[in-house]
């Protein structure tokens, strides 16, 4: 099993360009979002809405996904929890703005998602390098974790 430091350095390998990293900025909580919005779309057995309205094929996800982080670093699991809050919550506004209408909910978060996979795309165009999870698809978890140690540090946290 990986280290969180050997995660992040080996995903940090392909993102030295300043460009593309300001592009992964703005790009990977944009598809974190768009895609939760997508799977939060999804129709639910009846019993999920027993349990709680928010309960739905996006918070099961982001359930699993704290899981991933707990196992690779207790502070960012923590931040990741705020993270997934914002998700949530953002998520529930723009499904509430658009009336409660699951299609424009996935149309409104498609645009988004394509959109910053394009900017990801043209970012990685940029720096000459493959997205890292074309070698190994928990890099795409690895990416807003990359984000959130250089935040964490940015405030004088640790990340691990």
Not at 9 to 29: F, M, Q, V
Not at 122 to 135: A, M, Q, T, V
């Amino acid at each position: 099993m990986k280290t969180v430091d050997q995660w992040l350095d080996e995903y940090g390998e392909s993102h030295k360009n300043a460009t593309n990293k300001l592009i992964h900025w703005i790009c990977i909580p944009l598809i974190m979002f768009s895609l939760f919005g997508i799977l939060w779309a999804i129709p639910v057995p009846s019993q999920f809405e027993k349990v709680s309205p928010l309960l739905n094929w996006s918070t099961i996800l982001l359930v699993l996904a704290i899981l991933f982080y707990v196992r690779l670093s207790i502070p960012l699991f923590i931040g990741f929890i705020f993270i997934a809050a914002a998700i949530v919550f953002g998520n529930h506004l723009l499904f509430n703005f658009l009336g409660g209408n699951w299609q424009l909910q996935v149309a409104a978060s498609l645009l988004i998602f394509i959109a910053a996979w394009i900017g990801q795309f043209i970012g990685h165009n940029i720096e000459g390098k493959k997205p890292s999870f074309l070698k190994d698809l928990q890099f795409l978890l690895i990416g807003p974790a990359w984000l959130l140690h250089f935040a964490l540090k940015k405030v004088g946290l640790p990340y691990k």
